[in-house]
């Protein structure tokens, strides 16, 4: 009898599962928890796809994996779509994917698109006078693409350079009728150590006072 108690006493001080919740580092930094991933994602958060809310839209995925201290081949080691497959053409490609992208990028990605999701909910006068000015020009759209780096494999410290994660927005060199002008990239980056990176409010909120300060500047320039 004596024996079952210590048994069961033992078993009720033994130590919780571990939480599955990723745990925040910091504003715009997050530790990737890439066990906890399958290849439809991760169960914490939403699966991702495109959507459209307040008249903007997000209309496609990009990772970029960078390996061993080369820089990425683009556009041959790109991966596309929201869960990129080795061999599987995503939609609106033409060639199929050349790999799988990993796990805690796939954790990372789903974790910028639920805060773009809120981003694109919320407040955001400084981006709505940006695409109103963009649309007299025919410069600038409401259109959102998810970039994702994976910096996982890559050497530390990485020779090329590491990106930072930001919103920016990207414009084709050359315009190519019927395809946008180009796109408001949503970039997160996780690092060497697991780190996911997203957009933080100091640098959406500095990037977007700077654009909208060139985009009044070249309206009156054009009177």
């Known amino acids: 009898m004596r024996s079952a108690v210590l048994v069961l006493l033992a078993a009720c001080g033994s130590s919780p599962a571990p939480s599955t919740t990723p745990p925040a580092t910091g504003s715009g930094e997050h530790v990737a928890t890439a066990g906890m991933l ?5 169960a914490s958060f939403e699966r991702m796809a495109t959507f459209q809310d307040r008249g ?28 990129p497959q080795q061999g599987v053409v995503p939609p609106g490609e033409s060639d199929p994917n050349p790999a799988s992208a990993r796990p805690a990028a796939i954790e990372c990605a789903e974790r910028a698109w639920d805060e773009l999701r809120a ?13 109103e000015l963009g649309a007299k020009t025919g410069t600038i759209v409401p259109r959102f693409y998810l970039w994702t780096n994976d910096y996982s494999q890559a050497s530390d410290p990485y020779p090329p350079g590491v990106r930072e994660a930001r919103l920016w927005w990207w414009a084709r060199k050359t315009p190519e009728p019927p395809k946008p002008p180009g796109y408001w990239k949503w ?11 997203t957009p933080r409010p100091a640098q959406i909120e500095a990037y977007l006072t700077e654009k909208l300060a060139e985009m009044e500047l070249q309206q009156r320039a054009a009177r």
């Open 38 to 42: 399958g290849a439809a994602g991760s």
């Open 56 to 83: 903007y839209e997000l209309t496609g995925a990009e990772y970029w994996p960078y390996t061993g201290s080369v820089d990425i081949k683009y556009p041959e080691e790109v991966l596309w779509g929201f869960y």
């Open 119 to 131: 981003f694109v909910a919320g407040p955001h006068e400084k981006l709505d006078r940006i695409v």
């Open 187 to 197: 970039e997160s980056t996780l690092d060497q150590k697991g780190v996911c990176h």
